[in-house]
Nanobody, 117 residues
Framework: QVQLVESGGGLVQPGGSLRLSCRTS????????MGWYRQAPGKQREFVAR???????VYADSVKGRFTISRDKTENTVFLQMTALRPDDTGVYYC???????????WGQGTQVTVSS
């Protein structure tokens, strides 16, 4: 069973920052782009950011300039550094291995991010 373990979520005030982590197996991590998605209450899951095996990143317009995706091959982990957080960033954040715009595996538990004063 593929494991994608997200962590780092929490409650933060508007304007604050959080750093999310997603750890997976070395085989999956080394072979694939990795991406972050999020799902707000009552809404569909949406793309947030993706990073290729070479480190090239793509972002949703809504997070450009505020979020940074990175990957660490020594830890088989992909990170999402989130700054200038807004209430509409609230949701459950998920990671997955990607091929193009398609997620490869079943979604994990995700990590909850709540932006509220």
């Amino acid at each position: 069973q593929v494991q994608l373990v997200e962590s780092g979520g929490g409650l933060v005030q508007p304007g604050g920052s959080l750093r999310l982590s997603c750890r997976t197996s070395g085989t999956i991590f080394s072979a694939n782009s990795m991406g972050w998605y999020r799902q707000a209450p009552g809404k569909q899951r949406e793309f947030v950011a993706r990073i290729s095996t070479r480190g090239s990143a793509v972002y949703a317009d809504s997070v450009k300039g505020r979020f940074t995706i990175s990957r660490d091959k020594t830890e088989n982990t992909v990170f999402l550094q989130m700054t200038a957080l807004r209430p509409d960033d609230t949701g459950v954040y998920y990671c997955n291995a990607m091929t193009g715009a398609t997620a490869l595996y079943s979604w994990g538990q995700g990590t909850q991010v709540t932006v509220s004063s």
